[in-house]
C-alpha cells in the first residue's frame, strides 16, 4: 500500500512538472511576461526549429498558475495544419487539461446565444479562417489570453482581409503574444502590418482600405514613421536563434539546359510567368516528348539516396512537375502532398486530409517511403520533416523567407543527420545561370538585404544576416537524355567539398567554366 501510494503520488508530480525547455526557450517566456509588464503585446521570433510551440504551451500553463485569479479562456489561433502539433505540445507535453479544438462544425456545442461557453482558464485552439468567421461569438466575450501562431501568415491581403475583425478582438484582450519565424517575408511593409494587427487596428483598416499596404508606400506616411520609432524604442520583438551544431550542406547546383529545351523560353511572355517556370521544370506538360534536366538530377539523386537507404523530400510551387515526378519515382514508394484541388494554380497553404496522411506515412520509420513530394506552399512551414535529411526545392521564389521556411523543415534542432539541401538552378554552357532564374536570384538577393537593412535600422543587429546559400559547384552539371549513367556518381560530384566554391552569381556571370558530361 504504501509503494502503491508513493508511485501515485510520482505519477502526480510527473504529470505537472513542465516539459524541459532550453535556455533559449526560457528566455522567450521571461520576455513574454516581461513585455506584458510594460504594456507591450510581444511578438516571439525564434529561428524555426527551436520549439516556438512549446514557448506558447509553456507559457499558458505558467499563466494559468500565477493568474489563478483570471478566469477567462484563453483563444490560440495557429495555421490548420498545425492542429495536431498543438495538440501534442499542449496535452502530451503540457499534461493542459480543458483544451477544445474548434476546426469543424463540432464547435458549435461551445457556443450559446452568439456568445462563448467555457470553463474558467479552458484553451480553445481554432484557425485563422475560423476564427474570423466566429469573431461575433468571441466578441460577446474577449478571452483573457490570446496567442496566434505563425503570424507572417497573415500577410497576405486575402487572409489580412479576414483577420482585420480579430485586429478589433486583439483591442478587447488584456494578454496576447505572437509567433514567427519569419517576421518579413517579402518586404518592410509586413514588420508594420504585424505591429498594427496588435497595436493599431484602426490605421491598419485605413492603409488596407486605402491600398497602402498593397502599394508599399508605408514609408511616405506620418503614421510609418511613429511606428518605426516605436519599434526602434521598445522590445517588441525577441529574436532568438540557437546553434545545434548541424553538418548543413547548403548549395545552388548548376545544371546546363539542354539546347532543345532552352530554345522554346522565348515562347513565352512577360504575362506567363507561371506558365515559363512550369514549362522549365516539366516541358512535357507542354506537348514535348523529352524530360528537363531537373528532372533526370531528381531521378538520378533519388536511386542514389535509396540505394543508401536516406530519405528526401522535394519542394516545389506547383503540382504539375509533382505529379509527373510522383509516377517517374514509383519504385521509391513515394509520398504526395499538394491537396485536394485539380487547379494546378491553386497554391493553398491549407493540409488537407489526405496531405496530411501522406506526410504522416512518410514520417512513419517503418514505412517505406523513400520521397516525399509536395507544394513548398503547403508544407513548407510548420511541419517538422526531419525523419529526412535531403531537400530539394525544385524552384527558386520571389520570396526569400519561403525559402529559408523550407529548409527549416529538415535544419531542426533534433535532426541527427547531416542535412543536405540542393538548389537546382538552370545555366548556360558557360555556366551563368539563365535569365529565368536570374531574375529570381537579384530579387531574393535584394530583399535579403533590404529585411537585414530593416533589423538593423530598429535595433537588431545581432540577427540581421540573413543570407542565401553562397556555395555551388565549380562546373555544372550537364544531363544526356540518351546517356546511361554510372550507378553513383551524382552524390560524389555535388557533395565533394573540392569540387565547390563560394560564389557570388552578380560577380562571377561572366567567369567561363567546362562542361563536364557524365557517361558510360
Not at 499558458?60 to 492542429?83: C, D, S, T
Not at 456568445?115 to 474577449?142: G, H, L, R
Not at 498594427?196 to 503614421?223: G, M, P, V
Not at 536570374?438 to 530583399?447: D, S, V
Request: hydrophobic share 35%; net charge positive; proline share 3%.
Amino acid at each position: 500500500d504504501i509503494c502503491e501510494t508513493i508511485i501515485k503520488e510520482i505519477i502526480k508530480y510527473e504529470s505537472f512538472k513542465a516539459p524541459s525547455m532550453s535556455t533559449l526557450q526560457k528566455d522567450a517566456q521571461d520576455f513574454i511576461f516581461d513585455a506584458w509588464k510594460r504594456g507591450i503585446n510581444p511578438i516571439i521570433a525564434l529561428d524555426m526549429g527551436c520549439g516556438k510551440t512549446r514557448v506558447a504551451c509553456t507559457t499558458i500553463k505558467r499563466f494559468q498558475k500565477e493568474n489563478k485569479e483570471e478566469k477567462g479562456y484563453i483563444l490560440v489561433v495557429i495555421p490548420a495544419g498545425l492542429k495536431a502539433d498543438w495538440k501534442d505540445e499542449l496535452e502530451k507535453n503540457n499534461n493542459l487539461k480543458n483544451c477544445a479544438y474548434l476546426f469543424d462544425n463540432s464547435r458549435s456545442k461551445y457556443f450559446n446565444n452568439n456568445s462563448i461557453q467555457y470553463v474558467p482558464q479552458q484553451v480553445f485552439v481554432t484557425s485563422y479562417d475560423i476564427a474570423a468567421i466566429d469573431y461575433e461569438k468571441y466578441k460577446s466575450k474577449p478571452p483573457v489570453m490570446i496567442i496566434y501562431d505563425e503570424l507572417q501568415s497573415i500577410n497576405t491581403s486575402k487572409i489580412l482581409e479576414k483577420c482585420l475583425v480579430l485586429a478589433e478582438l486583439n483591442e478587447k484582450v488584456k494578454y496576447k503574444f505572437a509567433l514567427s519565424g519569419t517576421p518579413m517575408q517579402n518586404d518592410t511593409t509586413e514588420f508594420f502590418v504585424n505591429y498594427c494587427f496588435f497595436h493599431d487596428s484602426d490605421f491598419l483598416k485605413k492603409a488596407y482600405k486605402s491600398k497602402l499596404i498593397k502599394q508599399d508606400s508605408w514609408e511616405a506616411d506620418e503614421t510609418f514613421k511613429r511606428i518605426k520609432q516605436e519599434l526602434k524604442s521598445k522590445n517588441y520583438y525577441f529574436f532568438g536563434r540557437e546553434d545545434n551544431k548541424l553538418h548543413v550542406d547548403e548549395k545552388f547546383v548548376p545544371i546546363i539546359i539542354a539546347d532543345n529545351h532552352y530554345k522554346e523560353l522565348n515562347k513565352f511572355g512577360k504575362n506567363e510567368r507561371q506558365d515559363e517556370m512550369q514549362y522549365l521544370l516539366n516541358p512535357r506538360d507542354f506537348g514535348f516528348d523529352f524530360d528537363s534536366a531537373k528532372t533526370l538530377f531528381v531521378k538520378q539523386i533519388v536511386k542514389e539516396l535509396a540505394s543508401k537507404n536516406e530519405k528526401v523530400i522535394i519542394f516545389s510551387y506547383y503540382k504539375k512537375p509533382l505529379r509527373y515526378l510522383y509516377k517517374e519515382l514509383m519504385k521509391y514508394n513515394p509520398t504526395l502532398a499538394i491537396g485536394k484541388s485539380l487547379d494546378d494554380d491553386d497554391s493553398s497553404e491549407i493540409i488537407d486530409l489526405d496531405s496530411r496522411k501522406e506526410i504522416e506515412k512518410f514520417k512513419d520509420p517503418k514505412n517505406k517511403s523513400m520521397v516525399l513530394l509536395g507544394t513548398i506552399k503547403m508544407i513548407g512551414t510548420g511541419e517538422n520533416l526531419e525523419v529526412a535529411n535531403h531537400l530539394i526545392i525544385l524552384d527558386l521564389w520571389w520570396n526569400p523567407m519561403v525559402i529559408i521556411q523550407a529548409m527549416y523543415r529538415i535544419k531542426r534542432k533534433s535532426q541527427t543527420k547531416p542535412v543536405h539541401i540542393y538548389f537546382p538552378i538552370y545555366t548556360d554552357k558557360k555556366g551563368s545561370p539563365i535569365d529565368s532564374e536570374k531574375n529570381y536570384l537579384e530579387t531574393m538577393n535584394r530583399k535579403i538585404k533590404s529585411y537585414n537593412s530593416f533589423l538593423s535600422s530598429i535595433g537588431y543587429d545581432q540577427y540581421a544576416n540573413r543570407t542565401l546559400p553562397k556555395i555551388t559547384l565549380k562546373e555544372p552539371l550537364f544531363f544526356d537524355q540518351n546517356a546511361s549513367y554510372k550507378k553513383d556518381w551524382l552524390l560524389e560530384e555535388i557533395q565533394t567539398d573540392e569540387k565547390t566554391k563560394v560564389v557570388d552569381w552578380f560577380k562571377d556571370s561572366k567567369k567561363k567554366v567546362t562542361v563536364i558530361k557524365k557517361k558510360v
